[in-house]
Nanobody
Framework: QVQLVESGGGFVQAGDSLSLSCAAS????????LAWFRQAPGKNREAVAA????????YYTDSVKGRFTISRDNDKKTVSLRMNSLKPEDTAVYYC???????????????????WGQGTQVTVSS
């Protein structure tokens, strides 16, 4: 029903900035709650940021708060993640996720999301 396509990953140095983008097709985009997850080697996939259907509410995990910004464009049907002051600890595969519900918690777990992108690698060197 809903397909997500990600882009923007790459190899950067600590302190650099990088923007990720996720384009959605199918369904009604404005009814989707959206999030970015990441998974580092040997670790569980964790929620990084989430955004409400209107874009009015944004949530972040503590480790990225103040450095990352999630945004959405309901006309272009995209959700983005702007990452500033990147650290080696940010190295992971980043995934776009969506679910056709309102947000019931600031950061929902992985199992609550129905649709996923293929993932894009972000590598931050020290």
């Amino acid at each position: 029903q809903v397909q997500l396509v990600e882009s923007g990953g790459g190899f950067v140095q600590a302190g650099d900035s990088l923007s990720l983008s996720c384009a959605a097709s199918g369904g009604t985009f404005s009814r989707l709650s959206l999030a970015w997850f990441r998974q580092a080697p040997g670790k569980n996939r964790e929620a990084v940021a989430a955004i409400s259907r209107s874009g009015g509410n944004r949530y972040y995990t503590d480790s990225v708060k103040g450095r990352f910004t999630i945004s959405r464009d309901n006309d272009k049907k995209t959700v983005s993640l702007r990452m500033n002051s990147l650290k080696p600890e940010d190295t992971a595969v980043y995934y776009c996720a969506a679910v056709a519900t309102i947000l019931t918690e600031p950061l929902l777990p992985r199992s609550d999301y129905s649709y996923w992108g293929q993932g894009t690698q972000v590598t931050v060197s020290s």
